[in-house]
């Protein structure tokens, strides 16, 4: 989590980020807000350590500074890994935290009608998960793959089965929909009035690994070339 600290007593300012299982040191006296909120720790020697909301113009601030290290071409290796911290952290800071539903437009695809949130096509924050949501015409079924990652399905509306490598699962609104590695999958919409909708994640971690990519078995019945 980015925060930042000052040291009590100089005027100086440093950017830090603690990892979200980050422990003060043993002995520190726990700093609480007005509210009651933990605001930071002092530390045995007297110096406190203010924990604040971050502070995008400093943190540019920092990311020029760096950066500045690095004009031109790299003197050895070992300033390309330098340079990528440089890289990835003006990355975290400018790539966008937040991906709008309404400006991502609906795909007929040959899995079926999809919106996707999050892609290697569509700048977001992520790096290691695909997103998208997925609806299922009343009575209809979608496409069917399989491929290396696993899978999760939050039900959002609607209710239906899915097709694991033969096996039925049924499912209905609000349910959590589990797809194991190298799993057939097909999912079917139970009811003829009304259309399912699901949110999916699945990782991308294969991708990087030599097993990325999906083997596509059977096109949605609504899919046209």
Not at 20 to 43: D, F, R, W
Not at 53 to 70: N, R, S
Not at 195 to 217: K, T, V
Request: glycine share 10%; proline share 6%.
């Amino acid at each position: 989590i980015p925060h930042a600290y000052e040291l009590m007593g100089l005027a100086s300012m440093e950017q830090i980020e603690i990892h979200t299982n980050y422990v003060p040191p043993e002995g520190a006296q726990t700093l609480y807000g007005s509210s009651g909120e933990i605001i930071g720790y002092k530390g045995l020697d007297g110096q406190e350590f203010r924990f604040g909301a971050i502070d995008q113009e400093f943190q540019q601030l920092m990311v020029d500074k760096q950066a500045g290290l690095f004009q031109g071409k790299l003197k050895n290796n070992y300033e390309y890994y330098l340079k990528t911290l440089v890289d990835q952290t003006r990355w975290r800071i400018q790539v966008p935290h937040v991906v709008s539903a309404k400006d991502r437009p609906w795909e007929d695809t040959q899995m079926g009608r999809l919106k996707y949130l999050s892609h290697p096509n569509v700048p977001s924050a992520l790096l290691m998960f695909d997103a998208f949501v997925q609806e299922i015409p009343p009575g209809g079924r979608s496409g069917k793959h399989r491929h290396v990652a696993e899978e999760v399905h939050k039900i959002i509306e609607g209710k239906g089965y899915d097709i694991h490598d033969g096996k039925r699962w049924d499912w209905e609104a609000e349910d959590l929909v589990s797809i194991p590695i190298n799993t057939t999958h097909q999912h079917f919409n139970a009811d003829p009035k009304r259309p399912a909708r699901f949110f999916s994640l699945q990782s991308r971690l294969f991708n990087y690994g030599g097993h990325g990519g999906i083997e596509h078995l059977e096109d949605a019945p609504e899919y046209t070339p």
